[in-house]
T-cell receptor, first 110, second 113 residues
Framework: LAKTTQPISMDSYEGQEVNITCSHN???????ITWYQQFPSQGPRFIIQ???TKVTNEVASLFIPADRKSSTLSLPRVSLSDTAVYYC???????????FGQGTTLQVKP | EAQVTQNPRYLITVTGKKLTVTCSQN?????MSWYRQDPGLGLRQIYY???????DKGDVPEGYKVSRKEKRNFPLILESPSPNQTSLYFC????????????FGAGTRLSVL
């Protein structure tokens, strides 16, 4: 089964760039890598998705190396409202099942 | 409005009393999934469905059942709930599994006494 590893927690200050890396092995060849944000008592919310190289949208960037064994979510100039838990999601190569990372709790301080 | 709707949002029950948590999506998605979320364990997949009448076990299927008779609905059934099934449950749907942008419901907080 695909295994994912994320840092459990990270601290940052307002206005800084935050990078959260997820290591993932044995992921499905054709599946995308997706990142979600979750606030307390809410369902996870889609942030960004990519397959290889770099993807950027209005809220984040995602960097995926050629071997796809990791991915890095980059949040530019975080604010207090970015305090949340961030999850990576990958597909398992063998079974096709979707596997969430354990989540990284980001605390943004003023 | 595109959404995934779960009911109920909160449920307190007793051991052994069968219950069903409903999930409905209005986006014509083929893929639907149930997760449970527990402190320190993150989100774990219980069951998923690639399409109508096609369901498969996720990582933690024991004690749960699902059905997919219609595309829009994917109920989660606990035939004989036990206290270790006390958890926060999320239903999710997406167009497919591979390009897996999933849309999540608001969650169902279940307590089994």
């Amino acid at each position: 089964l695909a295994k994912t590893t994320q840092p459990i927690s990270m601290d940052s200050y307002e206005g800084q760039e935050v990078n959260i890396t997820c290591s993932h092995n044995n992921i499905a060849t054709n599946d995308y890598i997706t990142w979600y944000q979750q606030f307390p008592s809410q369902g996870p919310r889609f942030i960004i998705q990519g397959y290889k190289t770099k993807v950027t949208n209005e809220v984040a960037s995602l960097f995926i190396p050629a071997d796809r064994k990791s991915s890095t979510l980059s949040l530019p100039r975080v604010s207090l409202s970015d305090t949340a838990v961030y999850y990576c999601l990958v597909g398992d190569r063998g079974t096709g099942k979707l596997i969430f990372g354990q989540g990284t709790t980001l605390q943004v301080k003023p | 409005e595109a959404q995934v709707t779960q009911n109920p949002r909160y449920l307190i029950t007793v051991t052994g009393k069968k219950l069903t948590v409903t999930c409905s999506q209005n986006m014509n998605h083929e893929y639907m999934s149930w997760y449970r979320q527990d402190p320190g364990l993150g989100l774990r997949q219980i069951y998923y469905s690639m399409n109508v009448e096609v369901t498969d076990k996720g990582d933690v299927p024991e004690g749960y059942k699902v059905s997919r008779k219609e595309k829009r609905n994917f109920p989660l059934i606990l035939e004989s709930p036990s206290p270790n099934q006390t958890s926060l449950y999320f239903c999710a749907s997406s167009f497919s599994q591979g390009k897996n942008i999933q849309y999540f419901g608001a969650g169902t907080r279940l307590s089994v006494l």
